[in-house]
T-cell receptor
Framework: DTEVTQTPKHLVMGMTNKKSLKCEQHMGHRAMYWYKQKAKKPPELMFVYSYEKLSINESVPSRFSPECPNSSLLNLHLHALQPEDSALYLC??????????????FGEGSRLTVL | AQSVTQLDSHVSVSEGTPVLLRCNYSSSYSPSLFWYVQHPNKGLQLLLKYTSAATLVKGINGFEAEFKKSETSFHLTKPSAHMSDAAEYFCVVSDPGRDDKIIFGKGTRLHILP
């Protein structure tokens, strides 16, 4: 069982829709991450929140908007996406505030399809 | 800056035979190294980690890896493959205490033949 919970598991949306992906962890971890993973590729870092503050934005297009309401929750708001944004979106957390620890705890991902 | 190279994109072994997944890294400092496994349509799970303690690291599900600084390698092994080991494996490097990021290898797909 994973201790990082992502919802929804699957999402299909049109290019004009607004939707959100949600992530929750109750391990007391201080850093949370969004990764994007295309088929047969490694995860690509999108955003990092450390102590509830955005610490890294990997030049992600503004149609992706992260939010960290508290230390246990992480959202990814989606608007005006393109078909090439279809991917598996993975949330992860780490115990310490972000430095560069590689010990990440991943959720099972949200499979996004943009039509 | 660090980097990581997984030498094989696909590895096929028969059930019950040994597994070897190869990983080489480059780092200016003393890195932390990790292996993650990803089953189809699932998230990534940590198999094992090296953080400058013992060079032979034991992980979950019978996997282990040996850190060899002279060879800049961190190969993943298992004595006897099981069908449930079929998955994608990622080698990961990071430099604790620095601003460099966590770097993922491109992955190795492990196929288990019956």
């Amino acid at each position: 069982d994973t201790e990082v919970t992502q919802t929804p598991k699957h999402l299909v949306m049109g290019m004009t829709n607004k939707k959100s992906l949600k992530c929750e962890q109750h391990m007391g971890h201080r850093a949370m991450y969004w990764y994007k993973q295309k088929a047969k590729k490694p995860p690509e870092l999108m955003f990092v929140y450390s102590y509830e503050k955005l610490s890294i934005n990997e030049s992600v297009p503004s149609r992706f908007s992260p939010e960290c309401p508290n230390s246990s929750l992480l959202n990814l708001h989606l608007h005006a996406l393109q078909p090439e944004d279809s991917a598996l979106y993975l949330c992860a957390s780490s115990q310490e505030g972000f430095a560069n620890t590689g010990e990440l705890f991943f959720g099972e991902g949200s499979r996004l399809t943009v039509l | 800056a660090q980097s990581v190279t997984q030498l094989d994109s696909h590895v096929s072994v028969s059930e019950g035979t040994p597994v070897l997944l190869r990983c080489n890294y480059s780092s200016s400092y003393s890195p932390s190294l990790f292996w993650y496994v990803q089953h189809p349509n699932k998230g990534l799970q940590l198999l094992l980690k090296y953080t400058s303690a013992a060079t032979l690291v034991k992980g979950i599900n019978g996997f282990e890896a040996e850190f060899k600084k002279s060879e800049t390698s961190f190969h993943l092994t298992k004595p006897s493959a099981h069908m449930s080991d079929a998955a994608e494996y990622f080698c990961v490097v990071s430099d604790p205490g620095r601003d460099d990021k966590i770097i993922f290898g491109k992955g190795t797909r492990l196929h288990i033949l019956p």
